[in-house]
């Protein structure tokens, strides 16, 4: 497993959300509970917001983007039933704390971000913290990283209108694995697909709440939003 803090004062901050937030809510996996006692949450958010980095709580990272709670992370991470070999495609770095969780559980992640801000923060929190087996694009998710299929596995931490054709023909034929949110501003729910040569199998779960996938596959990007990206770009 990658470098990571494994003694600072948050320690026992990290035991307690394990156990309460995802222990008792079903999370079972021992890779993924151990990687989430692990990996230090605090470091991917801003320090006016360590004291609140291990509640129960999405938390602000800026470019209108959020780390996602504790238990969102840890769940989809488990559907994805990873072992530690795989090379895995996340769609929105974001913070880089899931991305985190995955470089603990996979053999290779690549993450895919489209704002650039987000990006470059994100990769020198994970290099500080020694994660050696990721690498950061900055693009449209929606598409993927065709150059760099197929993918073991792939999580996308965004809500899509459906399910990205190009992300579907990215994974690996022989069992490859999704998860990710489908839905609009209203209702969305965890998808898991799994692809079997040409069949693709799909299983409806949990509801939850994310923001939206913004691309070509996913939805269309808002004047604010548009003018945001022109500014991360300069």
């Given at each position: 497993?990658?470098?990571?803090?494994?003694?600072?004062?948050?320690?026992?901050?990290?035991?307690?959300?394990?156990?309460?937030?995802?222990?008792?809510?079903?999370?079972?996996d021992p890779r993924v509970l151990d990687a989430m006692r692990r990996v230090p949450r605090h470091e991917f958010v801003t320090s006016d917001l360590h004291h609140l980095a291990y509640r129960d709580c999405p938390l602000?990272?800026?470019?209108?983007?959020?780390?996602?709670?504790?238990?969102?992370?840890?769940?989809?991470?488990?559907?994805?039933?990873?072992?530690?070999?795989?090379?895995?495609?996340?769609?929105?770095?974001?913070?880089?704390?899931?991305?985190?969780?995955?470089?603990?559980?996979?053999?290779?992640?690549?993450?895919?971000?489209?704002?650039?801000?987000?990006?470059?923060?994100?990769?020198?929190?994970?290099?500080?913290?020694?994660?050696?087996?990721?690498?950061?694009?900055?693009?449209?998710?929606?598409?993927?990283?065709?150059?760099?299929?197929?993918?073991?596995?792939?999580?996308?931490?965004?809500?899509?209108?459906?399910?990205?054709?190009?992300?579907?023909?990215?994974?690996?034929?022989?069992?490859?694995?999704?998860?990710?949110?489908?839905?609009?501003?209203?209702?969305?729910?965890?998808?898991?697909?799994?692809?079997?040569?040409?069949?693709?199998?799909?299983?409806?779960?949990?509801?939850?709440?994310?923001?939206?996938?913004?691309?070509?596959?996913?939805?269309?990007?808002?004047?604010?939003?548009?003018?945001?990206?022109?500014?991360?770009?300069?």
């Open positions: 497993m990658p470098v990571v803090a494994t003694k600072d004062q948050y320690q026992n901050a990290r035991e307690h959300m394990v156990m309460k937030q995802l222990q008792e809510r079903g999370i079972s602000p990272i800026g470019e209108k983007q959020t780390i996602s709670q504790p238990y969102i992370v840890a769940l989809m991470s488990q559907m994805l039933r990873l072992s530690g070999h795989e090379r895995v495609l996340e769609i929105g770095t974001g913070s880089g704390y899931q991305t985190a969780i995955l470089c603990a559980l996979a053999g290779q992640v690549y993450s895919l971000e489209r704002h650039a801000r987000l990006a470059d923060h994100a990769a020198d929190v994970l290099a500080r913290l020694g994660f050696d087996n990721v690498e950061i694009y900055v693009g449209d998710g929606s598409q993927g990283l065709p150059d760099m299929s197929p993918f073991d596995a792939i999580i996308v931490t965004a809500a899509a209108p459906a399910l990205p054709g190009p992300l579907r023909t990215q994974l690996n034929t022989e069992g490859g694995r999704m998860v990710l949110p489908v839905g609009d501003d209203k209702e969305q729910y965890l998808e898991i697909v799994t692809r079997f040569g040409n069949r693709w199998q799909i299983e409806r779960t949990t509801s939850v709440r994310f923001v939206p996938l913004i691309g070509r596959y996913g939805f269309r990007a808002t004047r604010s939003e548009k003018d945001d990206d022109d500014q991360a770009t300069v």
